[in-house]
T-cell receptor
Framework: QQQVKQSPQSLIVQKGGISIINCAYE??????FPWYQQFPGKGPALLIA?????SEKKEGRFTISFNKSAKQFSLHIMDSQPGDSATYFC??????????FGAGTTVTVRA | DGGITQSPKYLFRKEGQNVTLSCEQN?????MYWYRQDPGQGLRLIYY???????QKGDIAEGYSVSREKKESFPLTVTSAQKNPTAFYLC????????????FGQGTRLTVV
């Protein structure tokens, strides 16, 4: 049973558009929420992460929005570029340090 | 360069055989992890180790075994008891503690033939 539910499974966006990926969790003990980016045939790499004491974190074109009361968080990719085409995973961890991953979202940016 | 090295990149196994996947890191991280990746299911934790000579089962440990004799190495054996071993296997390491980044290797794709 997946502890972190991620949607959509895939999305297509035009170059310059906004990509939005949503995640939801149930375990209130989670207090670390990273996003990983994975290119085909490669291992995932940390993109951006947030703690629940802030509602938003921005790094360049990537923004995490966090809603603690709804137990939801999302990734926004602004001004999407073809190089952003990848699979994105949300994850969550509590004080056992183990990451629970969502199922992943494949993002395709069309030029 | 510091990082995690997984070998081999591709591995073929006959049914009924055990096979061992290698994972080595030179990041001086105490914690190491093995994940299995299947299409549409994300990454699922197989085993993890917070310190040398100690490891714990993850969510899908059945049919797998590990050892942690050295800080740098965390090999995974896929045994014949694993009913559906064909998958992409990822090794990761981190500094134990909350809110720390996990660094992943390039993965090993295992195919049962």
């Amino acid at each position: 049973q997946q502890q972190v539910k991620q949607s959509p499974q895939s999305l297509i966006v035009q170059k310059g558009g906004i990509s939005i990926i949503n995640c939801a969790y149930e375990n209130t003990a989670f207090d670390y929420f990273p996003w990983y980016q994975q290119f085909p045939g490669k291992g995932p790499a940390l993109l951006i992460a947030i703690r629940p004491d802030v509602s938003e974190k921005k790094e360049g074109r990537f923004t995490i929005s966090f809603n603690k009361s709804a137990k939801q968080f999302s990734l926004h990719i602004m001004d999407s570029q073809p190089g952003d085409s990848a699979t994105y995973f949300c994850a969550a961890a509590g004080d056992d340090y183990k990451l629970s991953f969502g199922a992943g979202t494949t993002v395709t940016v069309r030029a | 360069d510091g990082g995690i090295t997984q070998s081999p990149k591709y591995l073929f196994r006959k049914e009924g055989q055990n096979v061992t996947l290698s994972c080595e890191q030179n990041l001086n991280h105490d914690a190491m992890y093995w994940y299995r990746q299947d299409p549409g299911q994300g990454l699922r934790l197989i085993y993890y180790s917070q310190i040398v000579n100690d490891f714990q089962k993850g969510d899908i440990a059945e049919g797998y075994s590990v050892s942690r004799e050295k800080k740098e190495s965390f090999p995974l054996t896929v045994t014949s008891a694993q009913k559906n071993p064909t998958a992409f296997y990822l090794c990761a390491s981190s500094i134990p503690g909350m809110n720390t980044e996990a660094f992943f290797g390039q993965g090993t794709r295992l195919t049962v033939v």
